[in-house]
């Protein structure tokens, strides 16, 4: 793996924390972009009470010197706001403090979670699910962004539908129709790359295979139940004819007039804008709970009310764009190397000159 993620922190703890390792060093990085993406993950209609608690922001614990990665592990961290009203129940040493979550959400981690895990309370489990922890991801991504942007990769996303509609009023409707009912809605959501030259990632190998990697990272965004790349679905029921993207050339530079696959072929990018969708499943805390059962009792009961969202899509779309960065920016660094950025750069602009040269690619 070139560039690798892995966070900690519990949705009432103190903080949440990453760590980003494998992004060359040399690359200008600044708070500012972080934090902007930070904000724009807290956004969205249809989010609940927590967001106006948080106002997210990062702090570099390491890896970062004067504004430029060092090519060490990158230590990211951002305070939980909240922590302040969870101190006693969230408190990493002493004697357990408050009632316990007994009460399984169906849809949530909550129950395989504490049969797994040997846990009387749910919270054990629900602190840990919870979608708090893409904060970290997309702080990783920022800086992923940033260093992908020195490549020519621009990361973009949009919403596509919340619930099935599809117009800005028509979805706001349909959100206020859900919050009144105590209920929630999931959606849709886009996420483009641009600037991706042809030939990252592999046709020999299933876990070299790139189409593999970004689905397997979006289906890691909590709530996400689907992923498609280009029309995957609504090409299954074309003809190969009407599906395949032809490839032209003119004054010997290759073309292509549709992207129907999404830019990727044989498990590679072809040098077309990488298209991704993801799908989110109504959140599953529901202030109109649902029948469960009780793990102490083991009897019926319905399931806990949490404050939580009624519709976080355009939050996992930004955490969407957050996945695309960090699987891309291991997919350059594998192949372009990751040391320091002006080797990482002038390998790239090599690569790219030759399938120029000998492809018209
Ligand atoms: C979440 C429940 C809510 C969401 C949270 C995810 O938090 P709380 O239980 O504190 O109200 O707001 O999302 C975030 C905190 C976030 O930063 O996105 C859940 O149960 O998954």
């Given at each position: 793996m070139g560039v690798r993620y892995i966070s900690g922190g519990e949705s009432h703890g103190s903080r949440l924390v990453c760590i980003l390792e494998g992004l060359p060093a040399g690359v200008k990085v600044s708070s500012d972009f972080v934090n902007a993406e930070l904000k724009r993950r807290q956004g969205?209609?249809?989010?609940?009470?927590r967001m106006k608690i948080e106002s997210d922001c990062v702090e570099f614990l390491?890896?970062?010197r004067f504004g430029e990665t060092l090519g060490s592990p990158i230590t990211l961290s951002v305070e939980n706001r909240d922590w302040k009203n969870w101190q006693e129940k969230m408190s990493a040493e002493g004697i357990p403090f408050g009632e316990k979550v007994t009460n399984a959400r169906p849809g949530h981690a909550d129950l395989t979670g504490a049969a797994k895990f040997a846990r009387s309370d749910v919270r054990d489990i629900l602190e840990r699910s919870?979608?708090?922890?893409?904060a970290m991801r997309v702080a990783a991504g920022a800086l992923c962004k940033i260093f992908l942007k020195n490549c020519g990769v621009e990361i973009s996303g949009e919403v596509l539908s919340v619930g099935g509609a599809t117009g800005e009023e028509e979805i706001k409707n349909r959100i206020d129709a859900a919050k009144s009912l105590g209920d929630t809605v999931g959606g849709i959501f886009e996420i483009k790359i641009s600037g991706v030259p042809a030939g990252?990632?592999?046709?020999?190998q299933w876990d070299k295979k790139l189409d593999a990697k970004f689905a397997a990272a979006f289906m890691?965004?909590?709530?996400?139940?689907a992923v498609e790349l280009g029309d995957g679905f609504s090409n299954a029921s074309k003809l190969g004819s009407e599906v395949h993207d032809e490839i032209f050339i003119d004054d010997g530079k290759i073309f292509r007039k549709t992207n129907r696959a999404g830019g990727f072929e044989g498990g590679m990018t072809n040098g077309e804008d990488l298209i991704i969708r993801a799908a989110m499943k109504p959140i599953?805390?529901?202030?109109k709970p649902l029948r469960t059962i009780d793990i102490a009792t083991k009897t019926p009961t319905t399931a806990s009310k949490e404050r939580?969202?009624?519709?976080?899509i355009w939050a996992a779309e930004v955490v969407g764009e957050a996945m695309a960065a960090l699987v891309t920016a291991d997919a350059f660094v594998e192949k372009f190397?990751?040391?320091?950025l002006c080797d990482t750069l002038s390998n790239l602009k090599n690569y790219r000159a030759r399938l120029a040269r000998d492809f018209g690619l």
């Open positions: 969205g209609y249809g989010r609940g009470g390491s890896g970062i919870s979608a708090r922890e893409t990252l990632g592999s046709h020999i890691s965004i909590q709530a996400i139940k599953p805390t529901l202030m939580s969202d009624t519709c976080a190397g990751g040391d320091a």
